[in-house]
């Protein structure tokens, strides 16, 4: 089914009439922030059956096409469904979408009140009780799925660390752009995957996160987003809970910037899961790291090929370098600070000196844009449309910085590159020969590692400056 551009609320009370008989009629719709590869929209359903009223708050979840590694819609709805009639705390699904709907692949279940957005959670003193007890319920109710029979379930991919490492290499070498990080990160999991897990492959959510998560002032009400499940390692669940870019900033709290480790493990263990150790968490959190980096990839291409146009997939291309600084931390130690042989000459904004253009700059222009959408535009929107105008408001902070040091950035790469390989050849060339050394099974040397961190350190001047601040 393909996806229409906008979700009616005739549409909507006819399709929940066909599926839940009655009548309806639909009001209160609208789309829900964040999701930067699938559509969720918030509304009302209203019947009346024997003179008694009746609403039902609902959510449509929807994308706009198959992604790698993701279930489809259907295996979803049957997958919630399952684990919710387990015990798991899921949301009520009440239907699947048909063709004839006309609102495209995906289904509708019950909405739950509650708070996602993760910077909340971790600031706002409505869920400052909470905090301290995110982790063990993530405990708990991670025990709860992976003792799932996974032979009550629709059919889902069994996916052990050999076969996701082979699934991510695959995108990386499709994208054709060159991440020598990466190659470090491929090399090091193929060198340490763990043993399959005792009793066999495990359900596993795939997508188990801060973020994922409906909480209250009590703690989590419900666990979202199961289109990445599958069978395989239970500690796969919490490595990915542990990726710093799941800890919204709070770095100092391992398990999604609300708690410790062995907090989490402890309520685990009580609660009846097994087979799960902290090296296997660390294993699975530097898988991760990568796979959030390739996912970022991913996003970033669809808005570039015109698949899904968004401001927010374009500047997931951006936290690549991100993944790459917490993969070299977690894989060769923290970061020893830049290397003299590296550093940067002190670098001035490009002056625009040498310009037919008449002033302001090129610069001075997108200031201006990027001050009209913090000072007009933010204040005055809230939901989706307030989120995006931060994210274009952080690229246009990224392009001021581009505009003004990046060519010095990218001819010191350069040079220093050319040096460390032997040859001269443009940035692509040289990038793509060091990425292509570490494949191939080049030592890991020092000056090997301090190139590829120094590469990444010029690329987080531009895109973020403050992300090798220590935490």
């Known amino acids: ?69 993701q279930i489809g819609r259907s295996t979803e709805f049957l997958l ?15 239907f699947l979408l048909e063709a004839d709907d006309a609102l495209g692949d995906g289904f509708v279940m019950e ?16 869920y400052a009780h909470a905090r301290p007890l995110l982790a063990a319920q993530c405990g708990e109710i991670a025990a709860l799925i992976h003792a799932i029979d996974t032979a009550g379930l629709p059919h889902l991919d069994v996916l052990g660390p050999h076969e996701q490492i082979a699934q991510y290499r695959s995108l990386v070498e499709a994208f054709g752009e060159a991440h020598p990080a990466f190659e470090l990160a491929f090399r090091w999991l193929e060198s340490h995957a763990p043993e399959a897990p005792a009793g066999g492959p495990r359900l596993v959510h795939g997508d188990f996160r801060n973020g994922n998560f409906i909480v209250g002032p009590e703690g989590i009400r419900s666990v979202l987003d199961w289109e990445l499940s599958h069978l395989g390692d239970p500690a796969e669940d919490f490595g ?19 708690g410790d480790l062995e907090d989490l493990l402890t309520a685990y263990n009580a609660a009846g899961g097994t087979g799960v150790d902290a090296e296997r968490v660390r294993y699975w959190e530097i898988f991760g790291t990568l796979k959030w980096g390739v996912i970022c990839q991913m996003q970033c291409a669809s808005h570039v090929h015109g698949i899904v146009r968004s401001v927010e997939n374009a500047m997931l291309g951006r936290r690549v370098a991100e993944t790459e600084w917490d993969l ?5 130690g923290d970061d020893p600070g830049p290397d003299p042989t590296w550093s940067l000459p002190a670098l001035a904004a490009n002056s625009s000196s040498l310009t037919i253009h008449d002033s302001p700059s090129a610069q001075l222009l997108v200031e201006a844009v990027r001050e009209f959408l913090e000072k007009d535009v933010m204040p005055n929107t809230e939901g989706r449309i307030s989120f ?15 505009l003004g040091i990046g060519h010095d950035v990218n001819e010191h790469a350069r040079t220093h590159l050319a040096t460390l390989l032997g040859f ?48």
């Not at 900033?249 to 398990?255: E, H, S, Y």
């Not at 070299?328 to 060769?332: D, G």
């Not at 793509?432 to 010029?458: K, Y």
Request: charged share 25%; with cysteine; hydrophobic share 40%.
């Open 1 to 69: 089914m393909s996806r229409p551009n906008s979700v009616e609320a005739e549409k909507l009370a006819r399709c929940t009439a066909r599926a839940l008989g009655g009548e309806y009629t639909v009001d209160g719709v609208r789309r829900l922030s964040g999701g930067a590869s699938r559509e969720t929209w918030a509304f009302d359903a209203h019947s009346t059956l024997d003179g008694v009223a009746a609403t039902e708050h609902l959510v449509l979840r929807r994308d706009p096409g198959a992604s790698s590694g």
């Open 328 to 332: 070299l931390n977690l894989i060769t």
């Open 240 to 258: 990915w809970l542990c990726v710093r870019s799941w800890r919204f900033g709070v770095n100092d709290k391992l398990v999604g910037g609300f």
């Open 424 to 471: 001269d050849a443009p940035l692509a060339d040289l990038l793509q020969a060091l990425a292509a050394s570490i494949r191939n099974g080049a030592d890991h040397d020092a000056p090997t590692i301090t190139a590829v961190r120094e590469l990444v350190r010029a690329k987080l001047l531009v895109s973020d400056p403050t992300y090798t601040d220590p935490t």
């Open 80 to 94: 919630l469904d399952a684990v919710g009639r387990a015990g798991a705390p899921v949301p009520l699904v009440r």
């Open 111 to 126: 909405r739950i009140e509650g708070e996602t957005i993760a910077r909340r959670i971790l600031r706002d003193e409505e």
């Open 388 to 402: 995006h105008a931060r994210v274009a408001s952080n690229a246009l902070r990224m392009v001021e910085r581009e």
